[in-house]
């Protein structure tokens, strides 16, 4: 089984994480973030991974560090369950419906991070979550994971929807790139890297 484990203590967060790509999406998710919590929870669901985190963090501040830090250690967990990358599909891409909201996520597991980020959140705040740590996340998670990522939002009017949207993308593009193509030998690249 594809999988891999990550721990992170700092004087701002503390989290214990362990994921796996060949799961049957299923959770473990407790964090100082509610919102957070839910939409890693949805990630999982629609990407059919297992995921288990056990995250704290000075939430008494804001949300940023343990947001931030949670998508380090999932993106570094992710590089590291993916391992060789041969036979994979390296791309995967996926349209999300979430009532009025429609969210799209294309990435490349190219080993060449990038984050190239569309959406335009009607709200500041979702709850108590500042909704630019979307952005946070999905930035340090592509860093981590040494992958091309492109989320836009189409359209949208309720902030929750959107952001659900977008998650849920995320897990079944990635679900789509992870997959062993029996069809692929090797590295799926001309340069015979990723």
Do not use: W
Not at 11 to 21: G, H, K, M, Q, Y
Not at 80 to 101: C, H, N, Q, T, W
Not at 129 to 158: P, Q, S, W
């Amino acid at each position: 089984m594809r999988k891999a484990e990550r721990a992170r203590t700092t004087n701002e967060t503390d989290i214990e994480l362990s994921f796996a790509i060949d799961g049957e999406g299923q959770a473990e998710i407790k964090t100082d973030v509610p919102f957070m919590t839910h939409m890693l929870d949805l990630f999982t669901k629609h990407g059919q991974f297992d995921l288990s985190i056990h995250a704290k963090g000075d939430v008494d501040i804001d949300d940023h560090h343990t947001t931030e830090d949670i998508g380090i250690c999932l993106g570094q967990a992710l590089l590291e369950a993916l391992g060789d990358k041969k036979g994979i599909k390296r791309y995967g891409s996926a349209f999300v419906p979430m009532d009025e909201a429609l969210a799209q996520v294309v990435v490349d597991l190219s080993n060449r991070p990038h984050l190239e980020m569309r959406a335009d959140f009607p709200a500041a705040k979702v709850g108590t979550f500042d909704t630019e740590l979307v952005h946070e996340f999905l930035c340090k998670l592509a860093l981590e994971a040494r992958m091309n990522l492109h989320v836009i939002v189409h359209y949208g009017t309720n902030t929750h929807h959107m952001i659900e949207a977008v998650f849920k993308a995320l897990g079944r593009a990635l679900d789509e790139a992870t997959m062993i193509d029996p069809r692929v030998k090797g590295i799926p690249s001309t340069k015979g890297m990723l």
